[in-house]
């Protein structure tokens, strides 16, 4: 079923909401406009103001209608922080169709009982992404519909998140006059906007650093096998700035963004920023490497955490086609330096990718999210450009009809 109808994504991240409205034509998403809203309403991922993140989603919609000319009514929403959780799972089922031949609905409910044997009370299911399938023991299937056999096992990686999170999510959209169609992990939806189907399949990790965390997750094989929030953002390179050096937020900010974190910088001694002194004690000259060693201390963390973890899942050698990183604290100058020492592997920042129309606004990393929501929204109502190993169409049209098991997403507008 063909539907031009316009795409909506929003993300709602700790420090800005971004809204981006896109037109689908024929192998491509024609960007139309977007809004972008800063607000101090969310801690953590988690909305701790309610009435201000709401004004931030309005402003921001208000921004991308206007530039789009096209009103926003419905909108595929990101979600994500420490609040979700994902975990690789399988089970089986006995095959039920005529002859003993896969049906949709006996994959359905195989994937659906690798959510069900493991949702804790009070969360609900976020996506279900297969990740394979076995016939009566025979493993490697990856479309089962049409075979023979007596007993499909699916193997699946699971994100689930708190119904509260999900519901206060929905309100918040619901209240700036928005209808929610899906949601949509937020390094899964960065990921559909940056990497290349080989990327996806050779495996990497990418990594959206935002204000408050940075979220993660780990491809091989065309599909996820690992997903993970770290606590640490840009936020905190920020905080440590100004507590060392003295000034406040905006001060911190800029010695953030004019220094980066690479220690190699040829000009670091010579650079000096001016920013207020705390306690209205006049400005005060930044060190530049002073702020460099800093600002590397809290990259180097961040980075040796997430590899830690990937260490702990004895995944390190995963990522062979590398790291990518999205999210505004990708824009510090020389991350993927220091991201590439401490992974080993080579890394870039990740731009939104295959987008056409008005592109240049959604341009940087930071937008990943958004752009890669309306890409993901659009290929879950099986559009022919789907990644690499979607052509076929089956995951997404098993997501589909899981989302209808499972209410994913937005209630009685799901998938329209
Ligand atoms: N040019 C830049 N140099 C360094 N940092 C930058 C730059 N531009 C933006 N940032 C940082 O990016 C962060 C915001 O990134 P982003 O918009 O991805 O966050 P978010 O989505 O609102 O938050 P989260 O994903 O944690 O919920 C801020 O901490 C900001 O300081
Ligand atoms: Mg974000």
Not at 290 to 314: D, P, T
Request: hydrophobic share 45%.
């Amino acid at each position: 079923m063909s539907d031009d109808r316009p795409l909506v994504g929003i993300d709602i991240g700790s420090a800005t909401v971004k809204v981006v409205v896109a037109v689908p034509e024929p192998h491509r998403l024609v960007i139309k406009g977007c809004g972008e809203a800063r607000h101090d309403g969310a801690r953590k991922g988690i909305i701790t103001n309610l009435e201000e993140v709401v004004g931030a989603v309005r402003v921001a919609t208000e921004e991308a209608e206007a530039m789009a000319s096209i009103p926003v009514v419905r909108a595929a929403v990101a979600l994500g922080g420490a609040p979700v959780l994902g975990k690789p799972s399988c089970a089986s089922t006995p095959i039920t169709g005529r002859n003993f031949t896969v049906s949709a609905d006996d994959v359905s409910l195989a994937l659906s009982r690798c959510a069900g044997v493991m949702i804790p009370e009070d969360y609900k299911v976020l996506d279900i992404i297969p990740c394979g399938f076995a016939l009566d023991g025979q493993p490697g299937i990856e479309n089962p519909e049409g075979m023979a056999g007596r007993t499909i096992e699916a193997s699946a990686y699971v994100l689930f998140t708190p119904r509260a999170h999900v519901d206060s999510l929905e309100q918040t959209v619901n209240q700036a006059s928005v209808a929610v169609t899906d949601f949509l992990y937020e390094p899964l939806a960065a990921a559909e906007a940056v990497l290349s189907p080989d990327e996806m399949e050779l495996g990497c990790m990418l990594i959206d650093i935002g204000h408050a965390t940075s979220e993660w997750v780990l491809w091989s094989e065309g599909t996820v096998l690992a997903s993970g929030t770290y606590p640490i953002g840009g936020r905190h390179f920020v905080a440590d700035v100004a507590t060392v050096m003295k000034t406040d937020t905006a001060g911190a900010e800029l010695i953030k963004r004019s220094v980066g974190v690479s220690l190699d910088r040829q000009d670091l001694d010579l650079l000096g920023i001016e920013v207020p002194t705390l306690g209205g004690h006049g400005n005060q000259i930044a060190n530049g490497r002073l702020a460099a060693q800093i600002l590397y201390e809290r990259a180097h963390e961040l980075f040796v955490g997430i590899a830690r973890n990937l260490s702990e899942m004895e995944m390190d050698r995963i990522p062979r086609a590398g790291i990518i990183l999205t999210g505004g604290g990708a824009r510090l100058e020389g991350m993927d330096g220091v991201a590439e020492t401490i992974f080993a592997h080579h890394a870039r920042i990740g731009l939104p990718r295959n987008l056409a129309g008005d592109v240049e606004p959604v341009a940087g990393p930071e937008w990943a999210v958004a752009c890669g929501l309306i890409r993901l929204a659009h290929q879950r109502k099986q559009k022919p450009f789907a990644r690499k190993r979607q052509e076929s169409g089956i995951l997404n049209r098993l997501r589909s009809a899981l989302g209808e098991i499972f209410e994913l997403g937005g209630g009685n507008d799901l998938h329209r």
